[in-house]
């Protein structure tokens, strides 16, 4: 193929050439550009890196917020928190009925339960120490002063609550089902509890203190003035005067 003009005559290469040199000089344009490009863009790109750590201690915050939530706002319903209480025990003293084992367990919270009794009906302050404490007279008496217990209801029920649910799921696990003779653990938290509720209602009637607040004594006619000027203006013998 021949391609003239007026001032040069030159002969071109065939298609199947063109085509094949046109090919490479677009490979060899793309190389470039491509390697300019990574050039112009290659830079360090921040590394994101995931604490894991961080994130299980806010989930930890927050699961620790929302119960602590939900148990400030169940301190005023004391009735449903021992039904709940009294649900847990008695689904937990069934499944050892049922399966008839892990009576070490039963006992360990037996003992648990009763320790917490006795710190619940002890007084805040030992009346043996020295300082002020309860009313040991008449006159004392008289004051109004509410019972502090040692360990609060609230407290009281949370540990009884805990200690009954963590017992149910101990049983869930054959490493504490120990074999032991029932009838003789029984028999000595029997007489464990005896012993220890005998000494408690001693103590309780040396001191003089019962470990209930019934609330302050209320007198009839409380608040009420009598008298020439008793109950203000609208009672007083002034105010019912007739002015002349």
């Known amino acids: 193929m021949t391609y003239q003009n007026n001032n040069y005559s030159h002969r071109l290469p065939p298609r199947n050439e063109m085509s094949f040199a046109y090919v490479d000089i677009n490979l060899h344009n793309s190389t470039k550009n491509s390697e300019f490009i990574d050039n112009s863009v290659k830079c360090d790109l921040p590394t994101v890196v995931i604490d894991y750590e961080t994130i299980a201690v806010s989930f930890e915050t927050k699961v620790k917020r929302a119960v602590?939530?939900?148990?400030?706002?169940?301190?005023?319903?004391?009735?449903?928190?021992?039904?709940l209480f009294v649900f847990v025990l008695f689904v937990f003293f069934l499944r050892i009925y049922l399966i008839q084992g892990?009576?070490?367990?039963?006992?360990?919270?037996?003992?648990?339960?009763?320790?917490?009794?006795?710190?619940?009906?002890s007084p805040l302050e030992d009346p043996n120490d020295d300082g002020p404490g309860l009313p040991s007279s008449a006159k004392e008496g008289k004051e109004f002063r509410p019972?502090?217990?040692?360990?609060?209801?609230?407290?009281?029920?949370?540990?009884?609550?805990?200690?009954a649910a963590t017992s149910l799921v101990m049983t869930f696990f054959s490493v504490f089902d120990v074999p032991v003779f029932w009838p003789i653990l029984l028999m000595y938290f029997g007489v464990l509890f005896f012993m220890t509720m005998k000494r408690q209602i001693a103590h309780m009637y040396k001191h003089k203190y019962v470990p209930v607040s019934f609330g302050k004594h209320k007198y009839k006619d409380a608040g009420v003035e009598h008298g020439e000027y008793g109950g203000g203006m609208a009672g007083s013998i002034g105010g019912t005067t007739r002015r002349r």
């Open 147 to 163: 019972f502090a217990r040692r360990l609060p209801e609230f407290k009281f029920w949370m540990a009884c609550t805990r200690g």
């Open 68 to 83: 602590q939530y939900w148990l400030d706002k169940s301190t005023i319903h004391i009735f449903p928190r021992w039904a």
């Open 102 to 121: 892990y009576f070490i367990v039963a006992y360990g919270l037996g003992i648990f339960l009763l320790n917490n009794f006795i710190a619940f009906l």
